[in-house]
């Protein structure tokens, strides 16, 4: 009768079964911080539990630097002196330090690669996005610093159950869609509270069809429709992504043919056409056909939900051969990503030079200008003229720099169609 | 908890983010330090537009001119309470301001938590939108026992939701008071 979300919380709460709107303790298995909460959680940690203090669990543990990374700004680069003290003070092993071999980059990225999302599992972490580790069938939500500064000391927080919002996709979706004009679709119906306090469950075959990296797609953009967590299935392709990543055991868990759902979604995946958010919303939805033509300045791929291996290798697909017409950012999520770029060949070109051939101009793996930053961050929206589409997830006013620019949310097929075209381009033009 | 919470509210709207209850460029403050703590109080809740700060006539600024606090004490606004980045300044910055009480129809979740663990202040859900019922100035009592309150220049009462098992943490100030009261840490 529970759904996985119900299930996965029962189990960390040492209950049978629990309810939506029940309160309960659970154990963590694993904490995330970064450069930007770690500093002020580790403050909270410290007042509460101590000087002296250790962690609940070094083990589970992960502090991944990605915010301000290559930037001269002096309190930036104070935030990643505080975390390197903290780790070597704590001994911890999963610190991913700036400046090293073990630099990672994006931190929703960095903990699949390192093997820390599993199935049946509890990841917390102080950033929004942390919803994104749900496409491994895991319970994963984002926290403030008090609550991490809790767990860290503790290794236990309360959690309020949460209903879950059902959606399907059936069938699986046409070449020139991608998870992000799935989720876009979604938010844009429910809105930007559309799913608050809930957990978000997708399904279906064209959810089934998607690879890891697709899911993580949609599961990181449930916190811009509000929801509390997303949440997909484990099934072969989750397993078979954590072989290479993990020999941690974990414990699948699905959710029950009896389970109730607050409501559920069907959508025919056929029905499904690349969208757009327009400025200056997540949840401010069109299709791209009915924007075609809006004039450009820029174009970024990077960002946790848009940055990845295979967003590249889509955007590369498009924009092999022809240059782009306007100033175009690629910016890998991780560093593993960014190798990716010099070993994935095709036609027996490298991404990486299809992008430089291209004109457009590649930044090191972080989270770089999709939340702005410094003012010399790369790619960043210095100019209140700018008018940016990106692969990234939030385009609320001044997100990626000035508060005048505007920021098109779409698909990486969109955004290298439109790069090519210096205006707003269905990718179905190229297929 | 004291039993009674009264005092002059504010109204504001809807999808009211952390960025208007605090905008970026203030948070250098030291949230440690007293003397640099106040500049919280004086400029919480100036990133809202003018339009619609102090509802229904607006134009009303939170905190007046040259004050480190508000004169008021509760805040009422309708849906997605506090949305946008999770940062604890905003739930500090308008406790700093003397908030103790906000009622809304629904909060953003982080915002929400980061204000009970954080004991800054209590969110109360309303199922009726508050915003639309009273007015920037009307003075309100929140009975904390029952949940119900009253708006003392217009007469009229209202049922809030419960708190729910959230009233201990809310009770006690925070998670780190509820979890020393409990023998959860030393
Ligand atoms: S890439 Fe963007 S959305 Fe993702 S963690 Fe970094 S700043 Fe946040």
New binding site residues.
Partial sequence: MMTITEKILAKHAGKSKVEPGDNVWVDVDILMT?DVCGPPTIGIFKKQFGQNAKVWDKEKVVIIP??YIFTKDKYANRNIDILREFAKEQDLPHYYDVGTERYKG???MALPEEGFTRPGEILFGT???TCTAGAFGEFATGIGNTDAAFILGTGKIWLRVPETMQFIFEDEIHPYVMAKDLILKIIGDIGVDGATYRAMNFAGDGVKALDMEGRMTLT?MVIEAGGKNGIIEPDEVTFKYLETRTDHAYEPVLNDFDAKYHSVRVYKSKDIEPMLAKPHSPDNKSTVFEMRNTQLTRAYI????G?KISDFIAAARIIKDKPVKVDTFVVP?TTEIAQGLDSVKIDGKSLKEIFLNAGAQIGEAS??A??GGPADTFGRLNNDEEICIST???NFPGRMGSKQAQVYLASPYTVAASAINGKITDPRDFF | MSGMIKGKVFVLGENIDTDQMIPAEHLVYSLEDPEEKKFYGKFALSGVPATESGLPQGQIPFTAEGKFESDYKIIVASNNFGCGSSREHAPAALQIAGVQAVIATSYARIFYRNSVDGGFLIPYESKVDLSKEVSTNDKLEINEETSEVKNLTTGKTYQLNPLGSVSEIVKAGGIFKYARENGMMQ
């Fill in positions: 970064h990605d915010h994006v931190c929703h950033d929004s996005h990181n990077g960002s946790c939900t940055g999520a989270c770089a999709c939340l990234t997830n939030r």
